[in-house]
């Protein structure tokens, strides 16, 4: 779409920055003030190093500015003053200042639980783990980058799917694929041997009645 020509024809890897909303009062807010502008290069750097951690060459490219097919180019005003071109040099070049220097790694963020002033579990969490506490569950929550997949809903089962499950008695066809006699079957011949077994006596004595009385 628009703007990929700026990457697409890198041999190296390559991204595109559009980190805020230029006219946005509350994202305007945050790239006007100095402590908005160190944050989004800290973002920067750290992301970076950590992406490539033996490190190498790092090319920084301001949107908009010292084009020369369009020199006064200052891409999009921000609210309350200001082009979107000048602040997201002010980034790049404090950004740059970190990447240069000497740094050590971010450290772990060390979290505990105390009950009653007692330490009862302590965990070193990723520098850019999200913390979040569930209130109602009484969770807390440390999602490292990466490390975590969202959970999907469990998918209800069909009840006809349910009945089969729990059904242990083999099915009509599946008796006679395996030979063996249906529940059905078996049942509705038991019938019947209960209820023929007494009308053959019933018969015989009737048969015996008739020859001692001479009919026939």
């Given amino acids: 779409g628009r703007g990929d020509g700026n990457v697409k024809f890198t041999k190296m890897p390559a991204i595109l920055l559009e980190?805020?909303?230029?006219?946005?009062?509350?994202?305007?807010?945050?790239?006007?003030?100095?402590e908005?502008?160190?944050?989004?290069?800290?973002?920067?750097?750290?992301?970076?190093?950590?992406?490539f951690p033996d490190g190498g060459t790092i090319a920084f490219s301001v949107?908009?500015?010292?084009?020369?097919?369009?020199?006064?180019?200052?891409?999009?005003?921000?609210?309350?003053?200001?082009?979107?071109?000048?602040f997201a040099e002010i980034v790049l070049t404090r950004a740059a200042q970190l990447l240069e220097a000497k740094r050590e790694p971010a450290p772990a963020r060390p979290f505990a639980?105390?009950?009653?002033?007692?330490?009862?579990?302590?965990?070193?969490?990723?520098?850019?783990?999200?913390?979040?506490y569930d209130e109602l569950r009484g969770i807390l929550f440390i999602d490292e980058p990466g490390a975590l997949e969202p959970l999907l809903p469990a998918t209800p089962q069909?009840?006809?799917?349910?009945?089969?499950?729990?059904?242990?008695?083999?099915?009509?066809?599946?008796?006679?694929?395996?030979g063996r006699k249906s529940p059905r079957k078996v049942a509705r011949k038991a019938k019947g041997r209960a209820?023929?077994?007494?009308?053959?006596?019933?018969?015989?004595?009737?048969?015996?009645?008739?020859r001692a009385s001479g009919r026939v």
């Fill in 36 to 51: 908005g502008q160190t944050r989004l290069a800290q973002i920067l750097a750290d992301s970076i190093e950590r992406c």
């Fill in 113 to 132: 639980v105390y009950v009653n002033n007692r330490e009862v579990w302590q965990f070193d969490a990723d520098p850019d783990a999200v913390v979040r």
């Fill in 195 to 210: 209820t023929t077994a007494p009308r053959k006596s019933v018969r015989a004595a009737a048969a015996r009645k008739r």
């Fill in 63 to 86: 949107g908009h500015k010292y084009k020369a097919s369009n020199p006064n180019d200052r891409g999009a005003a921000v609210a309350g003053g200001g082009s979107e071109a000048d």
């Fill in 19 to 34: 980190p805020l909303f230029a006219n946005n009062p509350a994202h305007a807010q945050w790239i006007r003030s100095g």
């Fill in 158 to 178: 069909p009840e006809r799917a349910k009945r089969k499950a729990s059904s242990t008695k083999p099915s009509r066809r599946t008796a006679q694929r395996t």
